[in-house]
C-alpha cells in the first residue's frame, strides 16, 4: 500500500513538472491532426483564407485546455495555502476540522492512490473528447450546407468549453485547491448542459440528414453515460474518501 502511495505520488509530480512539456506536444499534435482535417475536407478548400478559416476551430480545441491549465496554475500556484469555502456542502460522516498546516502534515495529504487515478482520468477526458470530435465531425467551410455549420460549430463548442473547465478541475485537483470537488460538480453539471444544448441546436437546424442525426445521438448519449457513470462512481468517493477529506476539506475522521 506504501508502495502504490509512493507511485501515485510520483504520477503526480510528473504531470506537476512535465506538463510544460506536454502542453508543447499537444499543440504540435493538434495542430497537424487540423490541418489533415481540413486537407481532407468533403468540400474543397481554395485559398489560404479558407485554409485559415477552417483551420480556426482545431486552433481553438488546440488552446483551450492550455487556456485552462494557465488559468487555474496562475489562480493557484504551487503551496498555496488556501482557505476553506465558508459554506459547507459535503456534510456526510464525522469529522473534525484541522488547520491546514495540520492537514498537509497529514499522511492522506495530496492527490496520491485512487485520487491520483481519479485526476489522471479528468486529464484524460481532454484528449479521449478531442480524439471523439476529430473522428465524428469533418472540417466544413462556409460553402456547406447550413447544418453541418452548425453541427461542427455545437460540437466545437462544447469541446472548447469541457476541455477547458475539465482541465481546470485537473489543475486544482494536482495543486490541492479546496474548491476542486465543486468544480467537479460544476464541470459535470455543465458537461449535461451542453449535450442538451447541441441537440438542441442541431435538431433546428434544416436539411439535417437522418443518419447524421443517429450517429450525433449517439455521440450525445456516449458523452451523457460517461458523465453520469463518473458521477456514480466517483461521488462516493469523493464525500467519503479520507484522502479527499484531508486534502481538499481539511478534516479527519472523528473516532
Known sequence: M??????????????????????TAWIGVMLFAGAVKVATSPLPVDGLQQW?????PYLFVALSPVAGYRVAAGSFPRGLLS??????????GKWCPVDVVEARRNPA???AGFMASLMVGILLNVPVRTVEYLAAIPSVGAD?????QTLQMAMTVDVVVMNFFYM???VMALRSVPLFPRMLLFAWAVDVGMQFMIADMVASARGLPEMVGRTLLTLLHGNLDKVFISAAVWLPYL???ERVNVTYR???WKS
Open 109 to 111: 495529504f495530496g492527490p
Open 250 to 252: 481539511h478534516r479527519i
Open 168 to 170: 481546470v478541475c485537473f
Open 144 to 148: 456547406a450546407p447550413g447544418w453541418a
Open 83 to 92: 482557505a476553506q469555502p465558508i459554506f459547507r456542502i459535503a456534510r456526510l
Open 52 to 56: 485559415g478559416a477552417q483551420l480556426l
Open 239 to 241: 464525500l467519503l474518501s
Open 2 to 23: 506504501v508502495d502504490l502511495g509512493r507511485k501515485t505520488r510520483a504520477v503526480a509530480a510528473f504531470f506537476d513538472v512535465r506538463m510544460e512539456m506536454m502542453i
